[in-house]
């Protein structure tokens, strides 16, 4: 299993603030997929980045894959109260089909 | 259009006792895989369809773990003699074929007690 590990395990910021969270690997990944996850509910795909060195922008998000293809970063620019969630990296697991394998995920909580 | 639907959203169970969980998955979709997510932890990969059969079922951690899926549609994760270990939260996903986004249902959180 290829092991994905994100950081911060936990963050808890103000409105407004800005926040980057990191998925590092030391497998590469065919592509690499984020996910945010809200209480009693499942994961909802934001982003799936595919190409070394790519950055996608979703809104006040932006989400970068190392050029090795290694790891990932999300940056949030001027945090909601509606961002609050558990943030979670996937890759597919290229000994295993099309599994994806989850980090343990970020959760954040934003703040008024 | 209708998302990933699971049933039931919520299952207790006495330990020892045989449990089926329901996925049914968006419409068109070829591909489905169910995953287990324990808590403060993510989803981890049980087993992958594609039509009718089992791709993978790596992931499955023993054989109390069973899972079909008849019609190439709707699959049942089947778990034998239940332990308190099993205890989580299933998550049912669906995409257009193998390598495509993964959509995913609302989980059914399985207490066995």
């Known amino acids: 299993t290829q092991l994905l590990e994100q950081s911060p395990q936990f963050l808890s910021i103000q409105e407004g603030e800005n926040l980057t969270v990191y998925c590092n690997s030391s497998s590469v990944f065919s592509s690499l997929q984020w996910y945010r996850q809200e209480p009693g509910e499942g994961p909802v795909l934001l982003v799936t980045v595919v190409t070394g060195g790519e950055v996608k922008k979703l809104k006040r998000l932006t989400f970068q894959f190392g050029d090795a293809r290694k790891d990932s970063s999300l940056h949030i620019t001027a945090a909601q109260t509606g961002d609050t969630g558990l943030y979670l990296c996937a890759g597919e697991d290229s000994n295993s089909g099309y599994a994806l394998n989850f980090g343990k995920g970020t959760s954040l909580l934003v703040t008024p | 259009g209708a998302g990933v639907s699971q049933t039931p959203s919520n299952k207790v169970t006495e330990k020892g006792k045989y449990v089926e969980l329901r996925c049914d998955p968006i419409?068109?979709?070829?591909?489905l895989y169910w995953y287990r997510q324990s808590l403060g932890q993510g989803p981890e990969f049980l087993i992958y369809f594609q039509g009718t059969g089992a791709a993978d079922d790596s992931g499955l951690p023993n054989d109390r773990f069973f899972a079909v899926r008849p019609e190439g549609s709707v699959s049942t994760l089947k778990i034998q003699r239940t332990e308190r270990g099993d205890s989580a939260v299933y998550l049912c996903?669906?995409?257009f074929g193998g390598g495509h986004e993964q959509y995913f249902g609302p989980g059914t959180r399985l207490t066995v007690t």
């Open positions: 419409s068109g979709h070829t591909a």
């Open positions: 996903a669906s995409s």
